[in-house]
């Protein structure tokens, strides 16, 4: 209990007719880099103010360092967002945009000064006190308004898609800084996204969320190896989809698409055989060219090759299989296959540990 | 070049209606005043000194600043009240107070003048308002005073101030705010040191141009004034139109046009880098 940063339970909230937030029960322990990922408009963004208190819950109640929240406005919940648009004040410089929640605090000026030093240290920003936002470029804004919002030393800091408005390249390196800076201090961090690779690379605990309700909660590898179903499987990496259901055969159970298709399963991936309908998902790395050599995997199909994208490391390929005329995408090394056209003949593979089944609509 | 010529007619409109209408006056500032209104075109600048040694004339210029300065100071707080209130309104709210705020817009000037003069005489309303509350026992006149011309171009300045200062607050990103309350700041302190700082250069432009329309204001002090209240502008008229001294009267338009700009080019680097911030 006392090892947890935030709790949510039981959280609703309604605009209106329209339901933000259904039933929202989350634990965010201490220390956590805790993401938040799911589509825009599925109440990601909502649950982050109301924690931060921008918002507050129409039921339910809020637990933030043990304490209760539920009803205390932004200004008096130690908890600090930086928002997607890092919204610096454009009249202030560095400083002064670094040292606000410490003078809201009414901090001494010696205190102000050496705890804005320190953070401009810790995100390498030293020597550009003076400066104006507009002077600054998009990651160096990234960084003091996450000074700015670690200056009040929150229990929680929160952050709103803090990332997207960077070019690849910098984000990218603005995620593995994330990371450095998450370990270096020990706080508690609640990241909202879309982006699932960030959550992935990032997180140590990922819910998934959808239409204002939390689906799964896990670290990265469980969410991404056992989704617990096929909306978290879709949404958390790129993946074959084959709706269709399992039929069972002289003691053999099998899943058949509608196109015909048949699949063998995992005895793992088998616990939704009594559902009429089965959704089976296949990602794309578990899928490769076979060439007849070593052992062949459980599931292989001909089919040719409908078309291809040049990705520079790998290549993308469809390939509609033969049988049932259904398209199964695979990357591949260019040094696989000697040649890649449309309409050549290729075998297609996976075995059948890599086919996750779900319950199926 | 190509991209100069759609600009073509509004400088000719400019040049026609603007520039050659202000050389012409300029001309007859330079000249003499003769008998029947006549000019004999030198090169004098006797009307400007003749305006700058004449202490009356002076004081009438000192009454049009302290005019500019009466009316920006009433209208700078309330109309900020209001367009705050519009900027934070909603929906049915905000297009009811749009309204309120655009509609003295569509009334001729004139018009309302002589509406104020029916608000504020003897027999009017609010002289009937005082007696029936007893603040009063007999009729009341307000009419014919500074104040009543005050009133008058706050009315007239307010819509206008109101609607910039209300388009400079909508540039304001909310999300400021949210950060502001966010870092500990009350409602009180996120508007001292936040919406505040952002919205001055509206709070200024807006200042401004009451300044200006009140400080060369022709129709309401002569409407709502008697002559000793008189601005600079009415004495400008009176020049030319009464007394029949062209060239006087021309200097003085062109002393108003002078000032006017000298305060619109302080204003413009005063707030030379404020633009950057929104």
Redesign the interface.
């Known amino acids: 209990m006392g090892n947890n940063a935030v709790e949510l339970k039981n959280l609703k909230k309604q605009f209106g007719e329209v339901t933000a937030l259904k039933n929202v029960n989350l634990e965010v322990e201490n220390g956590d880099f805790y993401f938040l990922l799911g589509p825009s408009g599925c109440g990601k963004t909502t649950l982050l103010k109301i924690i ?3 918002e507050l819950p129409t039921e339910g109640s809020i637990t933030i360092a043990g304490k209760d929240m539920t009803r205390v ?4 919940r130690n ?3 930086v ?1 997607q ?1 890092w ?1 610096l ?3 202030m410089n560095v400083f002064d945009n670094i040292a ?2 410490l003078r ?2 009414k901090a001494s000026s010696a205190e102000i000064k050496s705890n804005v030093t320190e953070l401009l240290e810790l995100f390498h920003m030293s020597g550009y006190e003076g400066r ?1 936002p ?1 002077e600054l470029s998009g990651g160096q804004q990234q960084r003091i308004a996450m000074a ?2 670690l ?2 030393e929150p229990d929680v800091l929160l952050l709103d898609e803090p990332l997207s408005n960077l070019d690849l390249t910098l984000r990218q390196q603005m995620r593995v800084e994330l990371v450095r800076l998450h370990r270096e201090i020990g706080k508690t961090f609640v990241y909202v996204t879309h982006d699932q690779i960030e959550a992935l690379s990032m997180a140590t605990k990922i819910a998934v969320m959808n239409v204002g309700e939390v689906v799964q909660v896990g670290t990265p590898k469980e969410i991404y190896q056992s989704p617990i179903n096929a909306y978290v499987a879709k949404f958390i990496g790129e993946a074959n989809e084959f709706h269709g259901k399992f039929i069972t055969k002289d003691a053999d159970t099998f899943f058949e698409t509608d196109l015909g298709l048949k699949l063998e399963v995992g005895e793992e991936n088998k616990e939704h055989l009594q559902a009429d309908r089965a959704v089976c998902i296949i990602r794309p790395e578990h899928v490769k060219i076979t060439i007849d050599k070593g052992t062949k995997p459980a599931n292989c199909f001909q089919g040719k090759i409908e078309n291809y994208s040049y990705m520079g490391k790998q290549i993308r390929l469809w390939v509609k299989m033969d049988e049932s005329g259904e398209i199964v995408f695979l990357d591949i090394f260019a040094t696989e296959l000697d040649e890649i056209r449309r309409g050549k003949p290729v075998t297609v593979g996976f075995d059948s540990i890599h086919t996750l089944c779900f319950e199926g609509h | 070049m190509k991209y100069l010529v759609p600009a073509i007619p509004l400088v000719l409109f400019v040049i026609v209606f603007f520039l050659l209408p202000q050389i012409t006056m300029v001309r007859f500032s330079l000249g003499e005043g003769l008998t029947f209104g006549k000019i004999k075109y030198v090169f004098t600048m006797n009307n400007y000194v003749k305006f700058f040694t004449d202490p009356f004339y002076l004081r009438v210029l000192l009454n049009s600043f302290l005019l500019g300065t009466a009316v920006a100071i009433v209208t700078i707080p309330f109309g900020y009240v209001v367009a705050y209130a519009l900027w934070k309104s909603k929906g049915m709210k905000r297009k009811i107070l749009y309204i309120c705020i655009l509609f003295p817009l569509f009334t001729n000037l004139v018009v309302r003048l002589y509406g104020w003069r029916i608000m504020l005489s003897p027999a009017g309303p609010i002289s009937w308002f005082f007696q029936a509350v007893g603040i009063a026992d007999q009729n009341v006149n307000m009419l014919f005073n500074w104040p009543a011309i005050v009133l008058g171009l706050f009315s007239e300045c307010a819509p206008y101030y109101v609607l910039i200062l209300f388009s400079i607050l909508t540039l304001i990103n909310p999300r400021y705010l949210d950060v502001a309350y966010d870092l500990g700041a009350t409602t009180m302190k996120a508007f001292i040191k936040v919406t505040w700082p952002l919205s001055l250069p509206g709070v200024v432009a807006g200042g401004i141009l009451t300044y200006i329309w009140s400080f060369g204001a022709y129709a309401t002090p002569t409407i709502l004034g008697q002559p000793k209240h008189w601005t600079l502008a009415v004495h400008a008229e009176r020049q030319i139109l009464s007394i029949r001294d062209w060239p006087y009267g021309s200097a003085m338009g062109i002393i108003i046009l002078v000032i006017t700009l000298l305060i619109m080019y302080a204003q413009s680097r005063l707030f030379k880098g404020a633009q950057t911030f929104q």
Do not use: D, Q, V, Y
């Open positions: 931060g208190g921008l406005p932004a200004n008096k908890t600090a967002m928002f648009e919204a004040f454009p009249h606000f929640g809201m605090k104006m507009f700015r919002a200056a009040i």
